[in-house]
């Protein structure tokens, strides 16, 4: 539970998908902005143009504050510890940069 | 983007903007939709009456006028998405030697579409008809409808429909 509250209350997400959301955001709001205004004009009545703008603005906080998992699916491949690549010696370097893969003892 | 307060903060941000340019465009596109509007003022009556002033520190001698109209007006054309209402006012309008005077005498908010035609008969000023200079004695004035239209966002529109003709205000009559 205690995990859960704070994975929402941090919100970390990785960067593709922080990249997604403030594409998202600016989708939401200005297409809603856009169909309320022409709705609207149309019509010749501005509370459809409120209506709609406000609705864009719940639908924008709900796709994009919370951390869905799809905002975390590309998270960043750290690389090994400095520790670990310290005690290798020079060969096993040499084989690691030819792509062998190196089994790291601790 | 990378927590949830500054995601919440980044929409809010651009919430905001969005609102502001939103009605940016919509005062600057108002302009599009105004039409002619149609009024007409007749005035019935005019009667002066003599009375004391009710003012803290003085009640002097004060000539009031008690006027009695009809008014036709159309302002429906005024009418557009970016309308909130319409404030009309009947002014009286004359000179005096020291200046031009304009009075209001009567006014009405109208807030819908289907409100804004109407043919007003026998109305009585709403509002303290007098001069300073304490008297109407030689003075006559004319009568015309104005309106001010109160947009949702954007300017404020003020204009005026026509005069009615030259009236003159007869002598006071002791109340």
């Given at each position: 539970m205690e995990s859960i509250v704070n994975?929402?209350?941090?919100?970390?997400?990785?960067?593709?998908?922080q990249r997604l959301a403030d594409t998202l955001t600016q989708a939401i709001l200005i297409i809603s902005a856009l169909v309320g205004?022409?709705?609207?004009?149309?019509l010749q009545d501005i509370r459809y143009t409120v209506f709609s703008t406000l609705v864009g603005v719940g639908i924008a906080v709900l796709i994009v504050v919370p951390p869905w998992p799809f905002y975390t699916a590309h998270p960043v491949k750290f690389q090994a510890s400095q520790k670990k690549a310290a005690a290798l010696t020079v060969e096993e370097k040499k084989e690691e940069r030819k792509g062998a893969k190196i089994v790291y003892k601790s | 983007m990378y927590s949830t307060s500054q995601r919440i903060s980044g929409v809010f941000g651009l919430f905001t903007t969005v609102v502001f340019a939103l009605c940016a465009i919509i005062a600057a596109t108002s302009w599009l939709f105004t039409g002619e509007a149609i009024t007409?003022?007749?005035?019935?009556?005019?009667?002066?009456?003599?009375?004391?002033?009710?003012?803290?520190?003085?009640?002097?001698?004060?000539?009031?006028?008690?006027?009695?109209?009809?008014?036709?007006?159309?302002?429906?054309?005024?009418?557009?998405?970016?309308?909130?209402?319409?404030?009309?006012?009947?002014?009286?309008?004359?000179?005096?030697?020291q200046t031009t005077n304009e009075v209001v005498v009567w006014d009405r908010i109208i807030q819908h579409k289907t409100q804004a035609k109407r043919r007003v008969r026998g109305e009585k000023n709403k509002y303290n008809f007098n001069d300073i200079n304490g008297s109407f004695k030689d003075v006559n004035a004319t009568y015309s409808l104005h309106w001010n239209v109160m947009p949702?966002?954007?300017?404020?529109?003020?204009?005026?429909?026509?005069?009615?003709?030259?009236?003159?205000?007869?002598?006071?009559?002791?109340?």
């Open positions: 994975t929402v209350v941090q919100g970390s997400i990785d960067f593709h998908g205004f022409i709705v609207g004009f149309a | 007409e003022v007749s005035i019935r009556n005019v009667n002066v009456v003599k009375g004391r002033t009710a003012y803290q520190r003085s009640d002097k001698s004060q000539e009031y006028a008690l006027l009695k109209f009809d008014l036709d007006y159309d302002l429906t054309s005024l009418f557009h998405w970016n309308t909130k209402q319409l404030f009309v006012y009947l002014v009286a309008s004359y000179d005096t030697p949702h966002v954007g300017l404020l529109e003020w204009a005026s429909g026509a005069p009615s003709g030259v009236i003159e205000f007869p002598v006071a009559k002791q109340r």
